[in-house]
């Protein structure tokens, strides 16, 4: 197997793409592959086109999506583009592979032309790892641990799950955000007007999420917007109970039938705090990491290998 790697890198993702586009259409005309993958919803668009610029007929195109392609932050104009844009996109395209059941029902919905290229594959995210038993599991005796995860962008919304925290009734409990980002500063002067440089702590990226996650009573999924966020089902396989807004399509299916999870239904600190609270009363729950078995490495490869299958027997 031959690997190529094409890229431009700069700070602007949309200028990236456009700059690769020549290279990837040479790249296609001559290794002339029987299947093109477009692995995220921003190469879509670009694969989509140089498929055709590369004038390879045979070649089948599979468009995978890993975010909502029209979303509620989209509106005017940018929302009847993109919903024009990944129109065009899918017509060209053999298969749609999303990450969840709801994400393919809203395709079909939104798409009815192409509903039956649409099909969800499972995708790799926990690791055996993930699912084995903690080497230091969390001791009875240490405060209650909330843990939030990701970029600090205004995306994730830690500013609400901060504001929240100050109003947390269990006065011994930590709050971790991990993550770095844009909004470090910002964040942190949130934590410290709050009173809670004592109780809130930014350590910034880490390696080890498994680990924190193992020692974690809570994981809170405040963002806006969001694919198939791993880190939840990451935070599942460590039966590590999960309160996330509906963020993403299948956050309802997910978690609103998984012991000690729940749906935050608004952006609201003093209903986030109510809600972490009621978790922290309860007992950690057992029975998460089967739900989190669902999406390993082992099963999602092979999910995809079949899809992959199914392509070849149409």
Known sequence: MTVRYISHRSSWRTVDLL?????LVRALR???????????????????????????????????T????VGSRHRGPIRQFRRWGYGHAFSCATAIWTLSGAETAMLQLAYPQ??????????PYVTNAMLAPAALPASPTAPPLVLGIGRLTRQKRFDLLIRAFSLVRHPEARLVILGEGGERSRLSKLVATLGLTDRVTL?????????????TDLFVLPSRYEGLPAVALEAMAANCPVLSTDCFAAARALLSVAEGCGIIEKADPAELARMIDSR???TKPTTLRE????????????????????????
């Not at 890993?66 to 392609?69: F, G, K, L, R, Y």
């Not at 739900?291 to 149409?314: K, M, Y």
């Open 66 to 69: 890993t975010n909502p392609v």
């Open 280 to 282: 922290l009363d309860r």
């Open 30 to 64: 001559e290794s002339v592959p029987d299947i093109l993958i477009s692995t995220a919803n921003n190469t879509a668009w670009i694969c989509a086109a140089a498929r055709e610029r590369a004038g390879i007929e045979s070649m089948r195109l599979v468009l995978k």
């Open 114 to 123: 192409a509903a039956r290229r649409i099909r969800t594959v499972i995708n």
């Open 291 to 314: 739900i989190a078995q669902g999406h390993s490495v082992a099963g999602g490869i092979a999910d995809h290998v079949n899809a992959l299958c199914e392509l070849w027997e149409d």
């Open 19 to 23: 700059r690769l586009f020549p290279a």
């Open 203 to 215: 350590p910034g990226y880490v390696t080890d999420v498994a680990g924190w996650l193992n020692q």
